[in-house]
């Protein structure tokens, strides 16, 4: 029996560990027998209510007996004796694969060579057995599930990407006051020399030149102007003492030595003066590099993922995009997080009217789109916290509703005379529930198929995802779908058990008990978020 990981193990051995103890007890009380007699007390009830026109009720009752009682004893066979050794494993997965398609995939075999192989063959020194039925079904139920999750197309995880990117930061203290201080000795300078030059030496920065003047490490600061040389790096250099720099005597001494006759000083300092562009783009030293080490240090998956020769980011810049280039993209979004969005509609929508009269009809949609958009942005910020809670919460509720059901088969199927349309709701129920991990896997796909699908199609700019947002014609739409696709997590197990209800098993309330599980583990991550941050704002 495979089980998807080592919690779900735990929890279905100690389950089968405890049904086996609750069938043991019936069992030796002859509790398990008493359903038989009830079952051919009905059967001799019945046939005697029945009209003398029905014929031999003697013979009558004896084939009613027979029939209930080959039909109960091959549910307690088959649904209650334990006969089959429970040897449980878990499913291996394949991390770059996963990470690569956005949905669990998992290796051939079940040898997971680890140690995790023999933990839970007993528990506490007990084993546990399993009815043949139970046995089968969840076999099937795993077998169907990652069938159906293997069925779902492979594609790159770009929400997790987003994710990761959203993380990407400046950690150390040191770095974080040195960027500041080229952004002010450097940036700053080149950028407002860049405007002055404009308009009193008109045709020494043209208005393209702006275009690539956007950032600290951007191409315009990096070039040579012969004819405003003070708006490039090049022709500026740092004003204060930049400590991560070594001296230099030819590039730092007589700036020194100034420095040491303007204070009074003895003897000049050794402090160093780099250009702005040694100081950003030096191999060694340069600030450049170190932001791109800091970044790979707090943050390797991501920058695998964008530095990765023939990696997503590299196909979908179909490699015109250098390794040095995608670099400074990352770079950039260090400095200045930003969300991504697309072009256009990606749905129709109903709330523009049209054919609308008048111009308050068109201010009132302009004021609900930006109001309604600015205030569905911060919701989901607030929202992204609880529910990321909620799924990975999922698959330990999933667990302890199979736990529970495994526990409660010795019991329900006496009570219920071991019918088998009682047995069949229960092994629609155990089913429905182990299908729960595609629902999700097919949630979490959804996420990454969406965004790739919008952002790979023609009709949207997906230029530079990594440092900087396209220009959105329509941003509501976009969160619109990021929060409908949270909600959905917690949805779709209750929508799927409704729907199996259709075919008569009564398995919706599950759905019902799970959702409401759900909703207070929602309820009291808000509230715990609410209080840190009320705490915060305090402080």
């Known amino acids: 029996m495979v089980v998807n990981d080592y919690l779900t193990l735990f929890l279905t051995l100690q389950a089968w560990v405890i049904s086996n103890k609750i069938f043991y007890v019936l069992s030796n009380a002859n509790l398990l027998v008493l359903p038989m007699v009830v079952i051919i007390f009905n059967t001799m009830t019945e046939a005697m209510q029945e009209g003398e026109d029905e014929g031999n009720k003697g013979l009558l009752s004896l084939n009613r007996s027979a029939v209930g009682l080959v039909l109960s004893i091959a549910a307690y066979i088959f649904a209650m004796h334990p006969s089959q050794e429970v040897r449980l494993s878990t499913m291996v997965y394949n991390d770059v694969r996963s990470e690569q398609c956005g949905v669990a995939a998992t290796k051939p075999g079940n040898n997971t060579d680890s140690s995790w192989d023999s933990a839970f063959e007993s528990l506490g020194g007990e084993t546990a057995k399993v009815p043949a039925w139970w046995k089968l079904i969840h076999g099937i139920s795993v077998g169907v599930t990652n069938a159906s999750v293997a069925s779902i197309p492979c594609s790159y995880d770009i929400t997790r990407s987003q994710l990761k990117l959203s993380e990407v930061s400046i950690n150390s203290p040191a770095l974080q006051q040195e960027t500041q201080q080229f952004y002010e000795m450097c940036f700053a300078s080149a950028k407002s020399a860049m405007v002055r030059s404009?308009?009193?030496?008109?045709?020494?920065?043209?208005?393209?030149?702006?275009?690539?003047?956007?950032?600290?490490?951007?191409?315009?600061?990096?070039?040579?102007?012969?004819?405003?040389?003070?708006?490039?790096?090049?022709?500026?250099?740092?004003?204060?003492?930049?400590?991560?720099?070594?001296?230099?005597?030819?590039?730092d001494g007589r700036y020194n030595q100034i420095w040491a006759e303007r204070l009074g000083k003895k003897d000049a300092d050794t402090n160093a003066y780099p250009s702005c562009y040694q100081w950003w783009t030096d191999s060694t030293y340069g600030l450049r590099d170190r932001l791109a080490k800091e970044i790979k240090k707090n943050s390797p998956d991501i920058y695998v993922d964008i530095m990765q020769p023939n990696g997503w980011f590299d196909n979908l810049f179909k490699g015109e995009v250098s390794a040095e280039e995608r670099k400074d993209m990352l770079i950039r979004r260090a400095l200045s997080t930003e969300n991504i969005n697309t072009t256009g509609r990606t749905t129709r929508g109903y709330g523009?009217?049209?054919?609308?009269?008048?111009?308050?009809?068109?201010?009132?949609?302009?004021?609900?789109?930006?109001?309604?958009?600015?205030?569905?942005?911060?919701?989901?910020?607030?929202?992204e916290p609880t529910f990321f809670i909620l799924r990975e919460a999922l698959p330990i509720f999933q667990a302890l509703l199979l736990s529970m059901l495994i526990i409660s088969v010795p019991l329900i199927l006496p009570l219920a005379l071991y019918q088998w349309r009682v047995l069949m709701t229960v092994t629609i129920a155990y089913f429905g529930v182990q299908y729960f991990t595609f629902w999700w896997e097919w949630c979490r796909s959804l996420e990454s198929n969406l965004l790739t699908a919008m952002y790979s199609g023609h009709d949207f700019n997906f230029t530079d995802p990594i440092s900087y947002s396209a220009s959105a014609m329509n941003a509501l739409d976009s969160e619109i779908i990021r929060v409908i696709l949270l909600i959905l997590y917690t949805v779709v197990p209750m929508l799927w058990l409704s729907i199996v209800g259709f075919a008569g098993y009564q398995v919706s309330s599950m759905g019902s008990g799970f959702n409401d599980g759900l909703n207070s583990l929602k309820i009291t991550t808000s509230e715990g978020i609410k209080k840190g941050m009320s705490m915060v704002g305090k402080k």
């Open 198 to 251: 404009s308009y009193q030496n008109q045709g020494s920065i043209s208005d393209s030149d702006f275009d690539h003047a956007l950032w600290l490490g951007d191409k315009y600061f990096l070039s040579t102007n012969s004819a405003a040389s003070h708006t490039t790096y090049r022709g500026i250099k740092s004003l204060d003492p930049v400590p991560s720099f070594p001296y230099s005597a030819t590039r």
């Open 352 to 383: 523009a009217v049209i054919n609308s009269s008048g111009s308050d009809r068109g201010m009132a949609e302009i004021w609900g789109s930006t109001a309604g958009g600015a205030g569905l942005l911060v919701g989901r910020t607030f929202m």
